[in-house]
C-alpha cells in the first residue's frame, strides 16, 4: 500500500477511534499517528486472534480497533 493510503487510512482511523473514545478527533496530525500506531496494534491483534482483513476497508477496520485499543490503554495510563 502507498504512503498516501497509510496517510488516510491512519488520519480516518484515529478520527474514527477519537469520535469512539472521547467523542471527537484530535486533529489532523494526531489523528494520522494514533491511525498508524493502531494499525500496527490491531494487525497484531487480529493475528493473535486468526483474524485477516484484507483491502481498503479490512485496512481502516483493523487500524480502527487498534487505535481504540491505544487510546483506551492511554487513557488507563492517564487515570493511574
Request: glycine letters at 24%; zero cysteines; hydrophobic letters at 60%.
Amino acid at each position: 500500500m502507498g504512503l498516501i493510503a497509510w496517510l488516510v487510512i491512519g488520519g480516518l482511523a484515529g478520527w474514527i477511534a477519537g469520535n469512539i473514545m472521547r467523542g471527537g478527533g484530535f486533529g489532523i496530525l494526531p489523528n494520522i499517528g494514533v491511525g498508524i500506531v493502531g494499525a500496527v496494534i490491531g494487525g497484531f491483534l487480529f493475528r493473535l486472534l486468526g483474524l485477516q482483513a484484507g483491502g481498503l476497508i479490512g485496512s481502516l477496520v483493523t487500524a480502527t480497533v487498534g487505535a481504540v485499543v491505544l487510546l483506551w490503554v492511554i487513557s488507563k495510563i492517564r487515570q493511574a
